[in-house]
């Protein structure tokens, strides 16, 4: 019987992981389809505080996995493919093997939809990015492209014009499904370009190891040209890790867990923490700090509840 099991391994549960640990919880993480979470496909993460000088997101990850073994938390590799949550002791299976534990926490994060292009993959964190936020400052007086229709592509396309000196918002149909407000904020923006009724081809060139420039489509008459970006950023949506959860935990309409308040589910005894939960900032810091908040309820549960 465990106190505490945390899922996900990302700056989220990373974080629960150092908290429950030094509380003596030995808590058992388990790790994902991910290790790290979503910093271990990046390069240089320059916003979380501590580091003057930048760090790069898998070493992050790692020194926080590192700092919480320090203290007594057990990583265990595997997926959690089912949970009863129904009663407790909580049920946690890791690929068909059960574990009882007296609380849960939920730090399976939310992966960015991609667009699936041949080269998307390989170019991540060398020009392709899902995080305007994250990765604008390096695009200094520089064209970016930005992918998506709905709200967060306006708001996207809007950040990157502080610094970008042209972005150009590509959207595959001819409407853009953003909110009125959005889209008129971005089209009164003159440094963004809109080209609608156009599909992403492929990005290039992963001979350079960076982005060059892209192949693009119409989507009416399928002609083709190439246009010269030095950044992309696809905007089109993320999908919550809340599959195993789903019908016993309350779970808004994109599938985001909805708060009970601080780090609450409408389950006592299981905690959310990070992007799974935050459809709004979605950053390292914010996760990690998500993660210590259902750390600390989670300590205070057991302790309320004798443990
Ligand atoms: C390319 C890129 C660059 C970024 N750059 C920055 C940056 O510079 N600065 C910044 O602050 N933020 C950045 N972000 C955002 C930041 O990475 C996220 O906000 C942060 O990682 C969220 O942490 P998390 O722990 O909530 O979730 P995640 O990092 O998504 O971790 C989720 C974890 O849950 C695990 N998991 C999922 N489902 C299951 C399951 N069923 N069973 C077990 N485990 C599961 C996964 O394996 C993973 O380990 C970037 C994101 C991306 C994609």
């Known amino acids: 019987m465990r106190n505490v099991i945390i899922i996900g391994s990302g700056c989220a549960g990373n974080t629960a992981a150092i908290y429950t640990a030094r509380a003596n919880l030995k808590p058992l993480v388990v790790i994902g389809h991910e290790p790290g979470g979503q910093l271990s496909i990046t390069t240089l993460v320059e916003n979380f505080p501590g580091f003057p000088e930048g760090i790069d997101?898998?070493?992050?990850?790692?020194?926080?996995?590192?700092?919480?073994?320090?203290?007594?938390?057990?990583?265990?590799?595997?997926?959690?493919?089912?949970?009863?949550?129904?009663?407790?002791?909580?049920?946690?299976?890791?690929e068909g093997e059960w574990h009882e534990s007296r609380t849960v926490i939920i730090a399976s994060g939310a992966s960015a939809r991609w667009l699936g292009l041949p080269n998307e993959q390989k170019l991540i964190g060398r020009g392709v990015s899902s995080c305007a936020t994250c990765d604008g400052a390096f695009y200094r007086d520089r064209k970016v492209m930005v992918v998506g229709g709905g709200d967060s592509a306006m708001e996207e396309a809007n950040f990157l014009t502080r610094f970008a000196s042209e972005v150009t918002l590509v959207h595959r149909r001819e409407h853009f499904r953003a909110s009125k407000i959005m889209l008129e904020r971005a089209r009164a923006n003159?440094?963004?370009?809109?080209?609608?009724?156009?599909l992403v081809d492929d990005v290039y060139d992963i001979s350079k190891n960076e982005v060059t420039g892209v192949r693009l489509k119409h989507a009416g008459n399928g002609k083709m040209w190439d246009q010269e970006v030095d950044g992309f950023f696809v905007a089109i949506g993320h999908i919550p890790n809340t599959k195993p959860f789903k019908g016993q935990i309350?779970?808004?309409?994109?599938?985001?867990?909805?708060?009970?308040g601080g780090a609450r589910t409408n389950i006592k005894g299981v905690f959310h923490a990070g992007d799974v939960q935050d459809r709004s900032y979605r950053q390292a810091i914010t996760a990690a700090g998500a993660g210590c908040m259902a750390a600390i309820e989670a300590e205070r549960f057991l302790e309320a509840e004798g443990h």
């Open 57 to 94: 997101g898998p070493v992050l990850v790692e020194n926080m996995k590192k700092q919480a073994e320090v203290f007594g938390a057990e990583y265990v590799y595997g997926t959690v493919d089912q949970a009863d949550l129904s009663k407790r002791p909580f049920r946690i299976s890791i």
């Open 190 to 198: 003159a440094k963004i370009k809109f080209l609608p009724s156009t």
């Open 250 to 260: 309350d779970l808004d309409h994109d599938g985001y867990i909805v708060s009970h």
